[in-house]
């Protein structure tokens, strides 16, 4: 049996009054917005009024202080804002 692959994902901050974005690891992009909502952050229903990058590299993301701040990129969950360190599969 295969093992799904992990995606780092950059969620660009869409909001100017909010978060620079949302950097989560999941399975899939449904995946990655279904783990930032749990985490309890707002995003439009419509992910066209957002820009999301896919196998993001730490050196691509925007602001040195987003590389300064996060957690590890490596497992599954959100990394930026950083909170916790990974999510179980069937979480």
């Known amino acids: 049996m295969t093992e799904p692959i992990l995606t780092a994902f950059w969620i660009e901050g869409f909001d100017p009054n909010g978060a620079l974005g949302y950097g989560v690891t999941a399975f899939s992009l449904d995946d990655a917005l279904e783990i930032v909502s749990r985490a309890g952050h707002s995003l439009p229903a ?3 009024l957002f820009a999301v990058h896919e196998n993001v590299n730490p050196i ?3 602001h040195q202080y987003i590389r300064d701040q ?6 599954r969950g959100v990394w930026y804002p950083f909170v916790m360190v990974g999510m179980g599969a069937n979480e």
């Open 70 to 75: 996060m957690g590890p990129i490596v497992v």
């Open 46 to 48: 419509d992910t066209s």
């Open 60 to 62: 691509d993301l925007p």
